[in-house]
């Protein structure tokens, strides 16, 4: 039997219940919160769901059944150990829910949306395209895109000094093109880069308000909304085709002892399935390159902006890297993939940005079998949001929880990190392919930046969060650029 905890109201409930005993449980269950009052706050819990949900596990405990936009069942976790027994102990029984299902129509079958032995089959194929070797000849790519970003500034400052930019667009632009360049090359222009970006956001806002907010979903298509983002894709699909067809050109033109491209996009058409020797078709290659540009540049952007809104207020923490930055690469050495290890910090400034502001912020599964964890019942079908924001803050894993302090992630630091506490890259085997790809992109962008400018914060309000897909500033992010 499953406990329901009620009263009038979500925010009586909230605060009266910091004063009411715990909400009573079993062995056998997990507490629930009524459907009518999730219904109710369904507007609420869309405007602001990071929010609403620390609000309803600190009431409730690490582990609450609610309903999604008032409508679907789920059960919502910030429990590491429930969290590691979906992803990894026991992971077989656990696939994507529907809530990544749904971007299939818009993105296809990738990695990302993929399940099973076909996903297997497609992992072992673009593995490779990420192993270290692939990431040294990468780093140049990453830290010329870096270059091309801090020369923008100095083109600014030229004119007008301390440069104040909206860094959140900036780092978007930065991340497209390197994960861009890094697939296709040349294959694509500047102004194809920022259309594919465009499209990319403008198929995630409208996607994530069909999840939150699913009651509008037959208003939605009423005013034509799925018909005009079905046509984004579309569109998206037809120009990556027409990048894939250029790319394939200019080789059948090259001379025949010219090296190929070292891009992804010449790894993948180059890979063969080991059981079939056989390529991959355009259309299995379209879909994986629309995951790789999507989990490609939003994530590390999203990164990258809150990385350097913590450091322009926490000026000691930028010091100390700045020290190391200088310490490591002096008189302007190059920084190089072999020589990121010795900028342990800057590795560390990174995670601990990722701890506070996870890009991934919640994941999905669904039970595709009966399951039970500690003596509960998990019913094939369940659906779990493993919230990964709620991990990353829980103050019974971390202490100080909401401190921005980089030295948790050294290699000796005490108390060693918590068991699937920390997962901005998820975890077991699905974990991010692209995990390290991203460090050392992140690595590259603060350091290149950092060594000749120093961020600082603007007089207006910080920002909130916009938890889309992956977790955005709310507005924007502006900060201050000031050279060294």
């Not at 829910?97 to 076909?118: F, I, Q, V």
């Not at 499209?199 to 037959?218: D, E, G, K, M, S």
Request: aromatic residues 8%; charged residues 20%.
């Amino acid at each position: 039997m499953t406990t329901v905890v009620s009263t009038g109201s979500y925010d009586y409930l909230t605060s009266a219940l910091t004063t009411m005993p715990t909400p009573v449980t079993t062995s056998s269950t997990w507490p629930q919160v009524p459907r009518w009052l999730t219904l109710r706050q369904s507007l609420r819990m869309a405007r602001d769901p990071v929010g609403n949900l620390n609000k309803v596990l600190a009431a409730y405990g690490d582990t609450v059944h609610l309903y999604l936009g008032g409508v679907k069942p789920s059960i919502v976790t910030r429990d590491p150990a429930l969290v590691q027994h979906i992803l990894q102990k026991n992971h077989r029984r656990y696939h994507k829910s529907d809530l990544t299902h749904g971007l299939l129509r818009y993105l296809g079958k990738g990695l990302l949306t993929n399940e099973g032995a076909d996903w297997l089959r497609q992992r072992r194929l673009i593995q490779p395209g990420f192993h270290r070797q692939r990431l040294a000849g990468l780093t140049r790519l990453m830290r010329a895109a870096a270059d091309e970003w801090v020369a923008e500034l100095a083109a600014l400052g030229a004119a007008q000094g301390p440069v104040e930019v909206e860094a959140h667009a900036a780092m978007t632009r930065v991340a497209f093109r390197i994960v861009a360049r890094s697939v296709f090359g040349d294959s694509l222009s500047d102004e194809e880069l920022m259309q594919l970006s465009d499209w990319l956001t403008a198929i995630q806002l409208f996607y994530v308000t069909t999840i939150r907010q699913p009651y509008l979903r037959p208003v939605q298509h009423l005013r034509g909304r799925y018909r005009q983002h079905d046509d984004l894709a579309r569109r998206l699909r037809e120009l990556v085709r027409a990048a894939i067809a250029r790319h394939r050109t200019a080789q059948a033109a090259a001379p025949a002892d010219a090296a190929p491209p070292d891009d992804l996009l010449q790894m993948l058409l180059d890979a063969r399935y080991e059981d079939t020797g056989e390529p991959m078709t355009e259309h299995q290659l379209i879909d994986e390159l629309n995951i790789l540009l999507v989990a490609g540049h939003e994530t590390s952007a999203n990164a990258l902006a809150w990385a350097f809104f913590l450091l322009a207020r926490h000026p000691e923490v930028q010091d100390r890297l700045a020290e190391e930055i200088n310490r490591e690469l002096p008189n302007g050495q190059e920084v190089e993939f072999a020589g990121l290890p010795r900028l342990s910090y800057a590795l560390q400034v990174v995670q601990e940005a990722m701890r506070l502001y996870p890009p991934a912020w919640i994941i999905d599964r669904v039970a595709t079998e009966d399951d039970e964890f500690q003596g509960v019942a998990i019913p094939k079908g369940s659906v779990f949001s493993l919230y990964v924001y709620g991990v990353h803050h829980h103050a019974g894993l971390w202490p100080d929880a909401e401190a921005f302090r980089p030295e948790r992630f050294a290699a000796d630091a005490q108390p060693a990190l918590p068991t699937y506490g920390y997962l901005p890259f998820g975890g077991g085997p699905r974990l991010c392919v692209g995990s390290h790809f991203a460090l050392t992109e992140l690595q590259l962008v603060l350091i290149q930046t950092l060594r000749r400018y120093r961020v600082l914060p603007t007089a207006e309000t910080p920002p909130g969060m916009n938890p889309l897909v992956t977790l955005r500033p709310a507005g924007e992010l502006r900060l201050r650029f000031e050279q060294r």
